[in-house]
Structure formats: C-alpha cells, structure tokens
C-alpha cells in the first residue's frame, strides 16, 4: 500500500520561533511533490513544490531527499497567521494521477 | 481567484435522500478530476478519479452505486450521493488537473455534505 506519512503534531510554538515539518513517502518512485496548508474547515491550498535542489519562499523552506524517501518544510519566523494544519502530497507518476495526501500536520503559533 | 469552482459549498439533506455536487474548471479543461473526502480531524481520502467521456475509477471501498460520478464534459463533473446516510456527513472536495501547466492540480472549495 502506498503511503504517505507525517507526524500528526500538533505543534504548538511562539511566534518568532522556527518550525519543522517532516514526511516520508513509502514509494521510492514518486515523481513530484508538494507541501500544502488546509485552514479551518476550507480546501486544501499549494504552498509549494519541492525539488531536489530545495527551494525557498519567502520564510518557507522545502526539501526533499530521494535517498531516504522524506520531504521537509521549514517555517521561519513563525507568525500567527502560519496556524493551519500543513499537508504533504505527492504524486506517484506523472500524468494525470492523482495526489496522495499525508494526514497533516497541525500547527498553533501562538502570541 | 478560483479556477476550480464546487457547488453547493454547504448542503443539509434528510436521510434516505440524494444530493449532487458539481466540480467546474474556470477556465481550463480538465479531462481528468479527482474527488476527495475529507472528515473531520483527518486526511483528504480519495474516492475517485473522473476521466472525461469515461467511466470513473474508484478506490477500493468506495461504492460506485453509491457516489455516482459524471465527468460529461470537459469543465464538469458531478457527483451525486445516492441514499444519503449520516455517515456520509463530510467535507467532499474535488480537484482538476490541469495540463497546460505542468500537470498542476487545483482544488475546488470544498463542500459540506450534513446528513440528518
């Protein structure tokens, strides 16, 4: 079964503070990926795609590392508005499959 | 603004009933679309995928007789909740993709299905 896995926090942190989110996807061939942040009771909303390389917006830090199959997102200087629950997704080929979501990731930045 | 738009974001239906929730691309055709069910606390499952001009592929454990999907063309697709159960209560969501760009995958706003 493929799967997606991330830690369900939550996290809980002050504002300011730098936080790391972690997922790992069991299936060593999947093609792309991507972080995402779900509020409230709305839809799911891309925060970024994650490349090998790494790539940076603004406060927001991805990673991805092939050999152990994890991707990462680093929020620097937390604000209040970053609480939501961040999502993993990844694709396992490319064309028209579907995204395979991690459960979340539930994060509170506190004042 | 949006270019995936779902319809009704909210719904109350009795028990026994059927309720039919639409999925439209804004500008851009999608032959492919998903659908997702998300409840409370937990991740966004998928339920089926939606190929224009064909019949949908469903995840195991999703009855098709039950969540019926019509993708009629190639800025729609429905999907309809026959016989309406309280456990069907949840946050239904689709998503389209989207081939001009990559093959980047946009979602519909969600909607909130309540079976009393």
């Known amino acids: 079964r493929k799967e997606v896995e991330q830690d369900p926090g939550p996290f809980n942190v002050p504002e300011g503070a730098t936080v790391a989110f972690n997922c790992t996807y069991s299936n060593s061939a999947s093609q792309s990926f991507f972080w995402y942040r779900q509020d409230c009771r709305k839809e799911p909303k891309l925060l970024m795609s994650?490349?090998?390389s790494g790539n940076e917006d603004g406060r927001f830090t991805a990673q991805l590392n092939r050999a152990s199959q994890y991707i990462s997102l680093l929020i620097r200087d937390s604000k209040l508005s970053d609480s939501a629950t961040y999502l993993c997704a990844v694709n396992w080929n490319s064309g028209n499959t579907p995204l395979v979501f991690g459960k979340g990731t539930r994060l509170s930045v506190i004042a | 603004g949006a270019v995936v738009s779902q319809h009704p974001s909210r719904v109350i239906c009795k028990s026994g009933t059927s309720v039919k929730i639409e999925c439209r691309s804004l500008?851009?055709?999608?032959?492919?679309m998903f659908w997702y069910r998300q409840f409370p606390k937990k991740s966004l499952m998928l339920m089926a995928t939606s190929n224009e001009g064909s019949k949908a592929t469903y995840e195991q454990g999703v009855e098709k007789d039950k969540f019926l999907i019509n993708h009629a063309s190639l800025t729609l697709s429905t999907l309809t909740v026959t016989s309406a159960h309280p456990e069907d209560s949840s946050f239904y969501i689709c998503s389209a993709l989207d081939g001009r760009s990559g093959n980047t995958i946009y979602f519909g706003e969600g909607s909130w299905l309540t079976v009393v």
């Open positions: 500008d851009f055709q999608a032959t492919t």
């Open positions: 994650v490349y090998s």
